[in-house]
């Protein structure tokens, strides 16, 4: 039975109100005094949402809202004492005077019904749209769509898959004589709107199969007509180009447009073909395209394409032989730009007359082809400097063996004596320790010729054999940490480059979400590069073997250039991560405003309204909001650069959200 004294409700919330506002030993004996009324109506109360209750166990949804008022669930919920802000002053009061708590309403029943309320309002505005077309008598077909989105949006009701097919049985009949009527008047509009109709998923009634035949290829029909129009204009322009080209010769922007026009061209023809196709499924709508004529007009137009396209297709040709000549200069003027080391200069030498010969080539198949005289002038220099330089090695390597019969003599009258041997032995081992100094300070990241030279002269000399390994020992981990340097950097790059790709895909509510991984793993990279990179001062850990970091001596040029060229990589890595954790940091924080923006604005509509239940959804948001605001950036926020921030928005932006969630409990209270 329907709850019948809602008024009676309406004047007992109000006298509670009333009392619990006062504050005082009044309002306290009001309370006292309302307790019997309290009990007898929560149990009235009680005993309405029992039914309410058997009837949603039951699956009658509809039956239970339209068992009491919709104003019943709020006014029953504020008879729960102890969710009022002033019941504690309250409760007090009934322990000291030994009286016992007042009873409590079902809620979970109670929220039931509100949940039930809930889903029943999408359903409001079809629901009037579908009593207003039945009074209207509007067309079938526009009551049955509507009648699948009320399923789509209320699929436990049998009620709607019921009428659905009932609808249906009598729309299949009236299709049958709209298919007539369309394809009799030729309307390729109504035969798609109808073969959309047909072809629609969801019928449950099976849909006559030769109604979708009779009405299949519309869509070729309509797309052949547009395409129709669009080869037309561009046979036409086509033309009128071709007649400009006649009176003057073209320029490179009229050529241009030329090939932007025959591509509408051949997509309207490759159109015309998918079209051709498709209505070769559809001999009924087949017969009435030509009938129309399309397919005669589509066939008279390559006559009339058929100069310029021959013209373009010359000129493609010209400017591709163009493109390949320049190619070949180009190859060829590269070739010659450093002459060759003398073991390849045959192969060098052969080279450069195969990339000439392949220019002359190109300058006699087409005329108009010039072999530049700078160019040419350049090749004989670099093949004349080529075969020069082997002239003067004959006359070097002549001298060389005079000089060598030379020593020779006078290695055999005894000129290098013993003590010149050990000289030339110390001088060797201090150029080793010299270079085995600046090897460990990070010069080399490749070994000197000059090690591989000295052992070399020295194989059997353990002081030359130490400082060979070490050197080589100290290079390799050089080079190592040149290479992880510039692999770190391309890594954070890269990351830093898919995160910002993310960020810009993120909207609304989305920005809010955590950082991707991309983001600390760029940091991670960056501080991989910073703790072996760049200034040694800088680095996170000793130097190289244990050394406290320094940055190389001065006779270490190469190491000088490489730390500065690297610290510059490495500071500007910092400021693109940094920045990129700001824009994320500031993306969140500007989303955080608009919802809260949006929040703020529905919570003083509530206020306004007084609406209890509406203030119960906001503060969900509210907190759900607060909640998403307050979590870490990212499961390994502490490796971010600015990682001492933890949380998405700052505490003093997330700290807003309380600023009007009291009035909103007010509401609630």
Wanted: hydrophobic share 45%; proline share 5%.
């Amino acid at each position: 039975m329907p709850f019948t004294r809602l008024q009676d409700l309406t004047k007992l919330v109000a006298a509670i109100d009333t009392a619990m506002a006062r504050h005082d030993e009044q309002g306290l004996a009001m309370m006292r005094d309302l307790l019997p009324t309290i009990h007898e109506t929560a149990d009235a109360v009680n005993s309405a949402l029992a039914e309410v209750e058997g009837l949603l166990f039951e699956g009658l949804r509809d039956e239970a809202i339209a068992l009491h008022d919709p104003e019943f669930p709020a006014l029953a919920a504020r008879l729960n004492l102890e969710d009022r802000a002033g019941w504690p002053e309250v409760e007090q009061f009934f322990a000291r005077e030994g009286i016992g708590a007042p009873p409590q309403i079902d809620f979970d029943t109670l929220s039931a019904l509100e949940s039930a309320h809930s889903e029943l309002e999408p359903l409001a505005r079809p629901l009037d749209k579908l009593r207003r077309m039945a009074l209207e008598r509007a067309p079938l077909g526009r009551r049955l769509a509507l009648l699948r989105k009320l399923r789509e949006l209320d699929p436990t009701k049998p009620v709607w898959s019921e009428l659905i097919a009932a609808h249906e049985q009598i729309r299949a009949g009236e299709l049958k004589d709209a298919v007539r009527q369309a394809l009799a008047a030729r309307d390729p509009e109504a035969i798609a709107a109808l073969h959309d109709e047909l072809s629609a998923p969801g019928w449950a009634v099976p849909v006559p199969k030769e109604l979708v035949r009779a009405t299949h290829g519309v869509d070729a029909w309509l797309r052949l007509r547009e395409v129709a129009a669009e080869a037309e204009s561009a046979a036409a322009a086509l033309e009128a180009w071709y007649g400009r080209a006649a009176l003057q010769p073209p320029t490179l922007e009229m050529v241009e447009d030329a090939r932007h026009l025959r591509q509408r061209w051949q997509e309207a023809c490759e159109a015309a073909a998918g079209c051709r196709a498709a209505l070769a499924e559809s001999q009924t709508i087949a017969g009435f395209v030509r009938d129309e004529g399309l397919l005669s007009r589509l066939d008279d137009l390559p006559a009339r394409t058929q100069p310029v396209l021959e013209w373009l297709g010359i000129q493609d040709a010209r400017d591709d032989a163009g493109n390949e000549f320049a190619g070949a200069c180009q190859r060829l003027e590269e070739h010659i730009e450093r002459l060759p080391h003398q073991q390849v200069e045959a192969a060098w030498t052969e080279s450069v007359k195969e990339l000439q010969a392949n220019v002359l080539r190109l300058c006699r198949e087409l005329p108009d082809l010039v072999y530049p005289d700078q160019l040419r002038v350049r090749v004989e220099e670099a093949l004349a400097a080529v075969q020069s330089r082997g002239v003067q090695r004959r006359k070097i390597l002549i001298g060389a063996v005079a000089a060598g019969l030379v020593a020779l003599a006078l290695l055999i009258l005894g000129a290098f004596s013993c003590s010149q041997r050990s000289r030339r032995l110390e001088a060797d081992r201090k150029t080793l320790e010299k270079i085995h100094t600046q090897a460990l300070a990070g010069n080399f990241a490749e070994l000197p010729n000059a090690v591989a030279e000295i052992k070399a002269r020295h194989p059997s000399d353990e002081a030359i054999a130490t400082l060979d390994e070490e050197i080589t020992a100290a290079v390799s981990e050089e080079f190592a940490r040149r290479r992880k340097v510039g692999d770190e950097l391309s890594r954070q790059a890269a990351n830093v480059e898919t995160a910002r790709r993310k960020l810009s895909e993120r909207r609304g509510a989305e920005r809010l979400e955590a950082w991707p991984e991309d983001v600390p793993a760029g940091a991670k990279a960056w501080r991989a590069a910073r703790a072996v990179g760049g200034d040694p001062g800088h680095r996170g850990s000793a130097g190289t073997h244990g050394q406290p970091a320094a940055f190389p001596p001065e006779d270490c040029i190469q190491a000088r250039q490489v730390v500065k060229e690297e610290e510059g990589k490495i500071a500007t890595a910092e400021e693109l991560q940094k920045r990129l954790e700001d824009d994320f940091r500031r993306s969140a924080t500007e989303a955080f405003h608009d919802e809260l923006t949006a929040i703020r604005t529905d919570a003083e509509a509530a206020i306004a309204a007084k609406d209890g239940k509406q203030a119960r959804t906001i503060i969900g948001r509210l907190h759900t909001l607060r909640d998403k605001a307050g979590k870490d950036k990212c499961d390994t926020v502490d490796v971010l650069l600015g990682g001492a921030v933890r949380r998405r928005v700052a505490r003093e932006d997330v700290e807003m959200v309380q600023d009007f969630e009291p009035a909103l409990q007010a509401l609630i209270q």
